[in-house]
């Protein structure tokens, strides 16, 4: 019989933040699978759960270098696949362990749909948002009565994201900040009136900063891992 | 020195799906404040962190009932939080507890606001979604690349609901599916070459189902708590 593959969302950084069910799985894995931007290179989703690997576990990096290029991205994700596949064929069950929500922006998401197509079962346990973290440390609501929330990525082109914040009328949570913070600047500086804006970088790290002072967008230094609370203002009731 | 409110995301269901942080802060909390919509009736969140109250935990119900006059609402948010407030002021910290995650669409989020207007400090804790519970459950992506994820309640007029459907180009996540079941299926049935529907009701319970056949919206003893996620297809890559 084959192995199953389970993708576990592990939180936002805080290594309070992952659920017992995570852990659970964490602790029996006979094989984890994390990912690396090199190799080499430290995983801020394998430092999270360090504490909980079993000795007797093989864990194992998966490449996962950023790149703008479709098919160099298409290519890295179907090689990861094929590392998981080689264990899963083998009868083992793996683990592979993501930031954040297991479903939401992540690689494991390509990996999971890979090993579907090619036949392998898969499991998923979800992880505390980036968002949901956000709004936790700001104490700020996402959304109230019957608001909506838009989670945007700030990895889309200006026109895009400008075309989505032209027609909020809720909240609007935006991911990687530091990717279209000048564009959300521009935007957002005649409007303060209207908008209500907050800011969590690094969450739940040492280094967790808050703000709700647009002009920290002008800083170039921003780090990659902020996410933007925006909120329209309504009248008091 | 007064006292502290911490609320408690404590996830969509599955008693699993709680984090260690919930965890660390209920077992050693003196007060713990928890929903009910009827005084004596169960409490699904209580439910779920149940093994780890201890029993020097003082457990306080917050009667919350299901109101659609927003003055009655308003009234009973208040009440609920001179309740806390009346255990904050002896100097005592206090936890409250909410299904799912803590900042969205949850009472405490009114409550939190109150408190502070009050003057009282308050931490929050984030918890598991209902959309990362329900794409978990259903191993489907929330999101891929640069798509958005509009989470929108099921308890929105019918014309707000289709006005958002009319212009959606990645992803929703709607709630409370039940109250809207009509609407949706009418809008969806001509739709269905170009829309993936996916449901999960009861999610992290032992009646926990998943269906991805759009007649189900039909039902019209459809649970409450269930989550649609409807994707735009796109063409292969």
Redesign the interface.
Known sequence: MKGILTGI?V?PG????????A??VIKKTEVLFYPVTKIGSQSAALQIIEPWISAETRVIPLLSQMTSN?EER?AQRLLQSHQIAEVLETGKNAVMITLG??????TY??V??TL?EMGYQ????????AP??A???L??????E????????G??SEE?LIH?LE?MTDNIALLKVSACREALYKWLKPRQDRICFSLASRLGSKEESLSQDIEILKDPSLPYMSVALLKVKKGK?
Chains 1, 2 share one sequence.
């Open positions: 969302g939180g805080d290594p309070e933040l992952v659920t017992l069910k852990i659970n479709p298409k929500d297991a479903l939401l922006y992540s998401s390509y999971m749909k579907q898969v499991s998923t346990i979800p992880g505390i948002s949901s973290a709004a936790a440390s104490n700020l609501p996402l959304t109230e019957d608001e909506g929330l838009l989670i945007w990525p990895t889309e895009a989505q027609r009731d």
